[in-house]
Nanobody, 123 residues
Framework: QVQLVESGGGLVQAGGSLRLSCVVSGRIFSSYAMGWFRQAPGKEREFVAAIWRSGGSTYYGDSVKGRFTISRDNAKKTVYLQMNSLKPEDTAVYYC????????????????WGQGTQVTVSS
């Protein structure tokens, strides 16, 4: 059984930074591609970033390119999302997700999901 637990959300002013973490249980974390998604109130869930098993390849949604950085530590079974230059429009519940396959931006491709962590950016 694979379980994902996010942390690190909170309230921050525009222009500030936050780092989200997602710890994954299970013995084969390094075999999963990992992704971050977000969902704002009244909106569909949106792809944010994804990272390959080794961490060698990453992919970002257009709205966060140049501001967010995804990384992973396979020894700690953790994936991170460093968020800089935050904007009010980044306010959402952020979810991490895992899939045993290639990098994907489609949420339907991910097999496992965390419960989400709230990020609120004030103007």
């Amino acid at each position: 059984q694979v379980q994902l637990v996010e942390s690190g959300g909170g309230l921050v002013q525009a222009g500030g930074s936050l780092r989200l973490s997602c710890v994954v249980s299970g013995r084969i974390f390094s075999s999963y591609a990992m992704g971050w998604f977000r969902q704002a109130p009244g909106k569909e869930r949106e792809f944010v970033a994804a990272i390959w098993r080794s961490g060698g390849s990453t992919y970002y949604g257009d709205s966060v390119k140049g501001r967010f950085t995804i990384s992973r530590d396979n020894a700690k079974k953790t994936v991170y999302l460093q968020m800089n230059s935050l904007k009010p429009e980044d306010t959402a519940v952020y979810y991490c997700a895992a899939r045993a396959g290639s990098l994907q931006t489609n949420e339907a491709a991910y097999n496992y999901w965390g419960q989400g962590t709230q990020v609120t950016v004030s103007s």
